[in-house]
């Protein structure tokens, strides 16, 4: 069970676009970034997006980050199929057991 | 180019130990805070620890607590992690990743480079 709750999985057809959640609580979200990784099949994650909405150089603006309160949302505009990847969440928890955190990851599926 | 380059995973039976390395080249190592960070198979990531850049702070994943050592040579440019009394729930690629950590009222709370991983496999 992660600390950060994201949806299994998504869906949506080329050219389309498509929201992923990232559910958390005052102790991480809430109080700190947000950043986003990208895992295409069989290869290394990869930055999307760091500090809630800011995108690392050569990051197309398809990509986008937000964040409100204790949830973050990662968008994807103009959707392509090598955008097919599991996407996770990342952030600090300030709790006790201190230290970062993942959410599960979502696997985005285009049709 | 920055490059992060993990070596010595391998299968280990339970109880076993195992020591990973990571190479970096193409930035200034001792200026980062550098991390491991674990994918079991079909699973998701999970951070294991971190280290600062004079590695005078060190943390971990309470899972590995006392089991697992990160350490890194700064002249050298590598970052290790040593890893003790092995369980097969330590099954995993194991990657190196730059990032995360606060120093000096400046936090760089992402990972913005990772290696290609190195696969530990615990089993008899």
């Known amino acids: 069970q992660s600390v950060l709750t994201q949806p299994p999985s998504v869906s949506a057809a080329p050219g389309q676009k498509v929201t992923i959640s990232c559910s958390g609580s005052?102790?991480?979200?809430?109080?700190?970034?947000v950043s986003w990784y990208q895992q295409l099949p069989g290869t290394a994650p990869k930055l999307l997006i760091y500090?809630?909405?800011k995108r690392p150089s050569g990051i197309p603006d398809r990509f986008s980050g937000s964040k409100s309160g204790t949830s973050a949302t990662l968008g994807i505009t103009g959707l392509q199929t090598g955008d097919e990847a599991d996407y996770y969440c990342?952030?600090?928890?300030?709790?006790?057991?201190?230290?970062?955190?993942f959410g599960g990851g979502t696997k985005l599926t285009v049709l | 180019e920055v490059q992060l380059v993990e070596s010595g995973g391998g299968l280990v039976q339970p109880g076993g130990s195992l020591r990973l390395s990571c190479a970096a080249s193409?930035?200034?190592?001792?200026?980062?805070?550098m991390s491991w960070v674990r994918q079991a198979p079909g699973k998701g990531l999970e951070w294991v620890a971190n280290?600062?850049?004079?590695?005078?702070?060190?943390y971990y994943v309470d899972s590995v607590k006392g089991r697992f050592t990160i350490s890194r040579d700064n002249a050298k440019n590598s970052l290790y992690l040593q890893m003790n009394s092995l369980r097969a729930e330590d099954t995993a690629v194991y990657y190196c990743?730059?990032?995360?950590?606060?120093?000096?009222?400046?936090?760089?709370?992402?990972?913005?480079?990772w290696g290609q991983g190195t696969l530990v496999t615990v089993s008899s």
């Open positions: 990743a730059r990032g995360f950590g606060c120093s000096g009222g400046s936090c760089y709370l992402f990972f913005d480079y």
């Open positions: 193409g930035f200034t190592f001792s200026s980062y805070w």
């Open positions: 280290i600062k850049q004079d590695g005078s702070e060190k």
């Open positions: 005052s102790s991480n979200i809430g109080n700190n970034y």
């Open positions: 500090d809630n909405n």
């Open positions: 990342g952030t600090w928890d300030s709790s006790l057991s201190a230290n970062w955190v």
